[in-house]
């Protein structure tokens, strides 16, 4: 693997962009590496700024569900992009995706369109709080629902990955109202219900949390979420930023059979581009402005470009084979599981869909305390030899590895030839 033109990209990086990275994991601090700048991508494979060729195990931290570059995608945004990138008007097509959401989810009757994950959370979160006119949520230790003041109370994902203490820059009034609880954990989320009865607006859940590496739902967990809610009137907020669409084509809440009240996406549904939307039942949707008293707004929101994509991304999803690759995956990652325990080190690897995160430890994985358990020493190890005979994961061992209907058999040989090879 060549890393001069990527090390001297991000030497200079440094003098003009905080970090070096426009988005903290990215500079692979945890693993001791410097990241990899990219120059190409197409389909399950990208191409670094040396010039070398990796396969992609983590499609832009989830977007990339039908590869790199497809051509129906590029297709769509090269005509988009010949009409105007921006109109700072409705168009045609934010009204087609808000229709193919709206069809995919049977939980989403309405559905508007924002620019980014952390965008569709903050404005899900006012709305549950103008909705019900309480100002309480809960969320889960080690759970990401993007970068917004209230919801870096014990965050996962690069909040995990750095160890950030708390959360700087946030105002304690601004978190007072973000209560906690373990992911997994039903009898304490019915102890915060009970001590704040009145006073929750909503509960914001990952359904299958992937910002603190994957972990699955317990049986029973997510319905009883859906039953507390119900019970104490507060919203079930999905944060389906990203599962949505790739757990199968009506999401996580679509695979479970949960009805959340409240939906956000993000990643998937603009094919790659910036986008996200937050969607839910008609009656708590109309509360937004200029239908309702609720205010959120967005100069870009509904941006022809991501539009196009996102139409172009859900036409090619909705007649893929999710059994097919879910199948390949499992496969894979059984295959790769086998080969790192007969090198004797304790690894379990949980996946579902095309998802997965590989954990050094022979611990219960439950919730972000027994994440925190795992050996990252070992991660590190395996991260830094993968990624030099060029498979290109996910620089941390809080965050999930996604996978492509783009990867081929091949795809997954070539890794597992690579663990074989690796020493501990």
Same mark, same amino acid.
């Given at each position: 693997?060549?890393?001069?033109?990527?090390?001297?990209?991000?030497?200079?990086a440094?003098?003009?962009?905080?970090?070096?990275?426009?988005?903290?994991?990215?500079?692979?601090?945890?693993?001791?590496?410097?990241?990899?700048?990219?120059?190409?991508?197409?389909?399950?494979?990208?191409?670094?700024?040396?010039?070398?060729?990796?396969?992609?195990?983590?499609?832009?931290?989830?977007?990339?569900?039908?590869?790199?570059?497809?051509?129906?995608?590029?297709?769509?945004?090269?005509?988009?992009?010949?009409?105007?990138?921006?109109?700072?008007?409705?168009?045609?097509?934010?009204?087609?995706?808000?229709?193919?959401?709206?069809s995919?989810?049977?939980?989403?009757?309405?559905v508007?369109?924002?620019?980014?994950?952390?965008?569709?959370?903050?404005?899900?979160?006012?709305?549950?709080?103008?909705?019900?006119?309480?100002?309480?949520?809960?969320?889960?230790?080690?759970?990401?629902?993007?970068?917004?003041?209230?919801?870096?109370?014990?965050?996962?994902?690069?909040?995990?990955?750095?160890?950030? +203490?708390?959360?700087?820059?946030?105002?304690? %009034? @601004?978190?007072?109202?973000?209560?906690? *609880?373990? =992911?997994n954990? !039903?009898? /304490?989320?019915?102890?915060?219900?009970?001590?704040?009865?009145?006073?929750i607006?909503?509960?914001?859940?990952?359904p299958?949390?992937?910002?603190?590496?994957l972990?699955?739902?317990?049986?029973?967990?997510?319905?009883?979420?859906?039953?507390?809610?119900?019970?104490?009137?507060?919203?079930?907020?999905?944060?389906?930023?990203?599962?949505?669409?790739?757990?199968?084509?009506?999401g996580?809440?679509?695979?479970?059979?949960?009805?959340?009240?409240?939906?956000?996406?993000?990643?998937?549904?603009?094919?790659?581009?910036?986008?996200?939307?937050?969607?839910?039942?008609?009656?708590?949707?109309?509360?937004?402005?200029?239908?309702?008293?609720?205010y959120?707004?967005?100069?870009?929101?509904?941006? +022809?470009?991501?539009?196009?994509?996102?139409? %172009? @991304?859900?036409?090619?999803?909705?007649? *893929?084979? =999710?059994?097919? !690759?879910? /199948?390949?995956?499992?496969?894979?990652v059984?295959?790769?599981?086998?080969?790192?325990?007969?090198?004797?080190?304790?690894?379990?690897?949980?996946?579902?869909?095309?998802?997965?995160?590989?954990?050094?430890?022979?611990?219960?994985?439950?919730d972000?305390?027994?994440?925190?358990t795992?050996?990252?020493?070992?991660?590190e190890?395996?991260?830094?030899?993968?990624?030099?005979?060029?498979?290109?994961?996910?620089?941390?061992?809080?965050?999930?590895?996604?996978?492509?209907?783009?990867?081929?058999?091949?795809?997954?040989?070539?890794?597992?030839?690579?663990?074989?090879?690796?020493?501990?």
């Amino acid at each position: 693997m060549h890393t001069k033109r990527s090390h001297d990209l991000f030497v200079h990086a440094q003098e003009l962009i905080p970090g070096g990275v426009n988005s903290p994991v990215r500079a692979c601090r945890n693993v001791h590496a410097d990241p990899l700048f990219i120059a190409d991508a197409k389909g399950s494979h990208l191409t670094t700024a040396d010039g070398d060729d990796v396969i992609d195990f983590l499609g832009s931290w989830g977007p990339m569900l039908v590869g790199h570059a497809h051509p129906a995608v590029t297709e769509a945004i090269c005509k988009a992009a010949a009409r105007g990138t921006s109109y700072g008007a409705p168009c045609e097509d934010e009204v087609r995706l808000a229709e193919e959401v709206c069809s995919a989810l049977p939980s989403v009757e309405m559905v508007r369109m924002v620019n980014s994950g952390t965008e569709a959370t903050m404005s899900a979160l006012r709305l549950a709080r103008g909705v019900t006119g309480r100002d309480k949520m809960i969320k889960f230790i080690g759970g990401y629902h993007g970068h917004g003041d209230a919801f870096l109370a014990s965050a996962g994902s690069g909040v995990a990955t750095f160890s950030i +203490p708390g959360t700087p820059g946030v105002p304690a %009034a @601004t978190v007072a109202d973000t209560l906690l *609880a373990p =992911y997994n954990d !039903l009898g /304490a989320v019915k102890e915060l219900f009970e001590a704040w009865p009145d006073q929750i607006a909503a509960l914001f859940v990952e359904p299958v949390a992937g910002n603190m590496g994957l972990i699955l739902p317990q049986p029973g967990f997510l319905r009883g979420l859906r039953e507390l809610c119900s019970k104490y009137g507060a919203l079930l907020v999905f944060d389906e930023v990203i599962t949505g669409f790739r757990l199968s084509y009506g999401g996580a809440q679509g695979r479970f059979d949960i009805m959340p009240d409240l939906t956000t996406f993000g990643k998937i549904i603009g094919g790659g581009l910036p986008v996200g939307a937050y969607g839910g039942r008609a009656d708590l949707m109309r509360h937004i402005a200029p239908e309702g008293e609720v205010y959120q707004a967005g100069t870009l929101s509904g941006n +022809p470009l991501a539009m196009a994509a996102g139409l %172009a @991304t859900l036409n090619i999803l909705k007649h *893929a084979d =999710y059994d097919a !690759l879910e /199948a390949r995956v499992h496969a894979f990652v059984e295959e790769l599981q086998e080969i790192l325990r007969e090198k004797g080190v304790p690894v379990q690897i949980p996946h579902i869909a095309s998802l997965f995160t590989v954990y050094f430890t022979e611990a219960p994985l439950m919730d972000f305390a027994s994440v925190q358990t795992t050996d990252q020493k070992l991660f590190e190890t395996f991260y830094k030899q993968m990624r030099e005979q060029g498979i290109f994961m996910a620089p941390s061992a809080f965050e999930a590895n996604m996978l492509s209907f783009a990867h081929s058999d091949e795809d997954f040989a070539r890794a597992l030839d690579a663990a074989r090879n690796v020493k501990f």
